[in-house]
């Protein structure tokens, strides 16, 4: 199975003064892998879903002895694999694979009214990941999915935002 760990669930845009200057948010994504010690071929399929869609999907594949994948959302979608050393992704048949973005960036990036129409919005996201494995010569895929969803929305609308939720962790066996 998979278990996925994120923190935290909901959190703010940078100001525009601060987004000026290159801040912007990212989501910190843990894969933890569990398989038995036979398994081999071990990979991780997941989606990443914005406001209920597919935006962009494909595989992580763990490094044998580190059944822990770290990444970070929007960077590797951009080809940043600096900070992800012990993940090789690829991504499913999108061809843009950060076209879904706004800016380039995750949330309702962009300018606000009255010259734009972003920064109005909370943009809700789920991360699904599902493992597969080899056993025995027999591709075993596991059947309960493991999801976590996060929510990122401009500090202006924080007033129509629910309340943010402590850190969770999502597991499935």
């Not at 993940?87 to 076209?99: C, E, I, R």
């Not at 591709?139 to 309960?144: A, G, L, N, Q, R």
């Not at 129509?160 to 066996?173: N, S």
Request: hydrophobic share 40%; with cysteine; net charge negative.
């Amino acid at each position: 199975g998979v278990t996925l760990c994120s923190a935290p669930l909901a959190g703010p845009l940078p100001t525009l003064a601060e987004a000026g200057i290159g801040a912007f948010v990212q989501a910190a994504v843990t894969l933890n892998a569990r398989y038995p010690s036979a398994a081999g071929g071990v990979q991780i399929h997941w989606k990443l879903y914005e406001e209920g869609a597919v935006v962009v999907q494909g595989l992580a594949v763990p490094v044998e002895w580190n059944r822990q994948m770290q990444f970070n959302l929007p960077n590797i979608l951009r080809g940043d694999h600096s900070e992800d050393k012990n993940v090789v992704l690829t991504l499913g048949n999108a061809p843009n694979p950060v076209a879904f973005l706004h800016g380039d960036r995750l949330g309702d990036e962009g300018a606000p009214p009255p010259g734009g129409t972003a920064r109005q919005r909370e943009i809700r996201y789920t991360l699904v990941a599902q493992a597969e494995a080899v056993v025995g010569g027999q591709s075993i895929v596991d059947p309960t999915p493991a999801s976590v969803e996060f929510s990122i929305y401009p500090k202006e609308a924080m007033g129509q935002v629910r309340e943010e939720q402590p850190v969770r962790i999502y597991e499935r066996k």
